[in-house]
């Protein structure tokens, strides 16, 4: 069936770092690929998508790349600041008879500090 | 544009109550889901309207859930006989398409 599978957190950086949240994912089909973000006490965000291999989302600094051949779509971030503290998620869709239900991984917390 | 409302935003409860959920969707989004949500995991997929029909179910959504759609507007989850297992936060998200979520804010339901 179809998965996600994220690195395990939390990941804690200092203001600037570089970020990497590891995302490899199992789907039938070709799936669309997104990543969502939720800050403390709010609802799910999308962050940036890809439908299409080879794609690269991008959104406020932050860029993941559609990787079919490694089926993975690994956030980055060059440089991290204290309001990106926040829990991280990896989805798919999967574009076989397409209801647009998504499939999560089970969320990555970043933690940055000044 | 409000965005997703959902309400309660916090239930407590006592196990074998019933509980119902609401949610707005955003105005002109004909498709509406329903995911659970625990704490530490990723938002799980329960039920999806397209407009008032229910089209799929995921089998977590047990005998004891129903969800309905009237008129393809808001939207009630509603749990019969609750168990402490039902402690999570239920999450309401509507889209215009296929991708391109909004989610509401949450439900969080304490069984207690």
């Known amino acids: 069936g179809n998965s996600v599978t994220q690195m395990e957190g939390p990941v804690t950086l200092s203001e600037e770092a570089f970020l990497t949240i590891n995302c490899t994912y199992t789907?039938?089909?070709?799936?669309?690929l997104f990543w969502y973000v939720q800050y403390p006490g709010e609802g799910l965000q999308l962050l940036l998508k890809?439908?299409?291999?080879?794609d690269k989302g991008s959104n406020k600094g932050f860029e993941a790349t559609y990787r079919k051949e490694t089926t993975s779509f690994h956030l980055e971030k060059g440089s991290v600041q204290v309001s990106d503290s926040a829990v991280y998620f990896c989805?798919?869709?999967?574009?076989?008879?397409?209801?647009?239900?998504?499939?999560f991984g089970q969320g990555t917390t970043l933690q940055v500090k000044p | 544009d409000t965005g997703v409302s959902q309400d309660p935003r916090h239930k407590i409860t006592k196990r074998g109550q019933n509980v119902t959920f609401r949610c707005d969707p955003i105005s002109e989004h004909n498709r509406l889901y329903w995911y659970r949500q625990t704490l530490g995991q990723g938002p799980e997929f329960l039920t999806y309207f397209q407009n008032e029909a229910q089209l799929e179910k995921s089998r977590l959504l047990s005998d004891r859930f129903s969800a309905e759609r009237p008129k393809g507007s808001f939207s009630t989850l509603e749990i019969q006989r609750t168990e402490q297992g039902d402690s999570a936060m239920y999450l309401c998200?509507?889209?215009?398409?296929?991708?391109?979520?909004?989610f509401g804010s949450g439900t969080r339901l304490t069984v207690v």
């Open positions: 998200a509507s889209s215009p398409g296929l991708g391109g979520y909004t």
């Open positions: 890809a439908t299409k291999a080879d």
């Open positions: 989805a798919l869709s999967n574009g076989s008879g397409n209801t647009g239900k998504l499939i």
């Open positions: 789907a039938t089909g070709y799936p669309s």
